[in-house]
């Protein structure tokens, strides 16, 4: 016990040195993710889970066994009654992304320091539009990006002492599987940009084989603890063996498919010019001859491209929310990270600053857009009530059954920047309309007396009500108790 006390308090040391060595860059990242998701944090959007949690106080994340979410949140919100104590989360959210960044920095840099295009090459972690995904949730931001973090830091002891290595990520991905599974795919994505490394420097394929397998062997052992002794049932499966490859074909151009479509052509093209910039530079400072060094950078390229999506290019239900596809975002990042660090000449690492800056730009473009949601969302059932208010058979104290047709869909501005943005119209969730969460806010947070919105069938034809108000907005039919509203 004070062998492991002792070699506890060893590590904290040595990391205490490197985080006053990092303190600059650290907190240089930390400033551009704060300034990136100021208008997010300012717009105090109650998003899908956000507003059940701020509303009754729930937890709910044991229903997709995220246990060490589920510990932590108790801790951070000093009960176990949830508040909303936003923008703490999201501001420990940039703080932990921002760690992590410079982590990541610090496990490829070698002997080289670490400067401005380093830095701007690790905030492509946080700036690429998937991690909006995350940082807008005002509860589960924090864990999300602990699942990040922790799938960096064994990497920290990966060749300066195996036991360390081996102990710590069995932990951290235990760790990570608990907090948010999308990060699945960083941890071998890392190793994968690793042996690369170790490749073209001309290290043995033994040696990089064992690393591969004591690694393999990590995941594997974390996935299966995690498996049997964690995860709770909740109807996701791993598709079956005999369909298994054509379902990751499958998968794979669909998650690509939803990036050409959802990123804008400067994009796209700022994204393809990295990588072939990764590819001349894999070449150019190889050990080893050119042809093997192209080798191993398109291979790195094309199993990091598939890796970086994790568990979910294997499980049998859709999985194509844009925080599902966050993995991604460490791909961006490898690749710029390499460049940073071997790039002699600026123009070269121009190239992905352009894109954290475009990232930067849309991240604050996405902000806005949900303040302007909520402004539109908030007018929107304001009308709805006011009406809701003239009708003569709401002024009876029996409870009526409100059934909600349609949705209010985006705010004109957002129509309009969606054209350019496609991101913006599939992520900016309306927050009226059909369905559960649809019709919570609404049901939950106007204080309307006596009714009870319906999201399921029920015995009532509610398409054959009598009309009773007809808006430019929306339509109002009703009789007794069973009220239709069809949002326009």
Known sequence: ??????????????????????????????????LSFSAIIRSNYSYLDDMGRAYAGYHGWLDWSRWTTEILATFVHA????????????????????AGGILLLDIFKKDLPIGFWNIAAASLTGLTPFFLGMIVYKFDSPYMALSFFVSIFPFLFYKKSLKKYIVTSIFCLLVMCTTYQASSGIYPLIVLFLVMENLKSGISI????????????????SLGIFWFFFMRPN?????????????????????????????????????????????YLVCKTASVSTIQAFLFGILTVLAGSALCFGAYLFISEDAYDTRCMYGFNLFLTLMAIYISYHAKYWI???????????????S????????????YLNYRITLVANDLNELELMKTDEMKKIRIQGSIGSAPAITNMAETYH??????????GEGFWGAYYFYHYFNIPNIEVITEDDECDYQNLPLIKDTMYHTISGSGRNILIKLK
Not at 80 to 95: K, N, R, V, Y
Not at 252 to 259: D, G, L, Q, V
């Open 348 to 362: 070269s690492k121009a190239v992905y600053t352009a894109l954290a800056w475009c990232f930067l730009v849309f």
């Open 364 to 375: 604050l473009t996405f902000g806005n857009a949900l303040a302007l949601q909520q402004e």
């Open 423 to 432: 991101f913006l119209g599939k992520e900016i969730f309306s927050g009226f």
């Open 235 to 279: 109807g996701v499966s791993v598709t079956s063996p005999s369909m298994l490859i054509p379902h990751i074909i499958s998968r794979y151009i669909a998650y690509y498919k939803i990036i050409c479509y959802d990123f804008t052509p400067l994009w796209l093209f700022l994204i393809l010019a990295t990588a072939v910039l990764f590819l």
């Open 1 to 34: 016990m004070s062998k492991l006390f002792y070699e506890c308090k060893e590590i904290a040391y040595a990391y205490k040195e490197k985080a006053l060595e990092y303190k600059k860059p650290f907190f240089i990242l930390l400033f551009i993710y704060l």
């Open 79 to 98: 009960q176990w009654h949830l508040t909303d104590i936003s923008p703490l989360p999201q501001i420990l959210a940039c703080i932990i992304m921002a």
């Open 206 to 221: 033994k040696k990089n084989l064992k690393f591969i397998g004591l690694s393999a062997s990590c995941y594997l052992i």
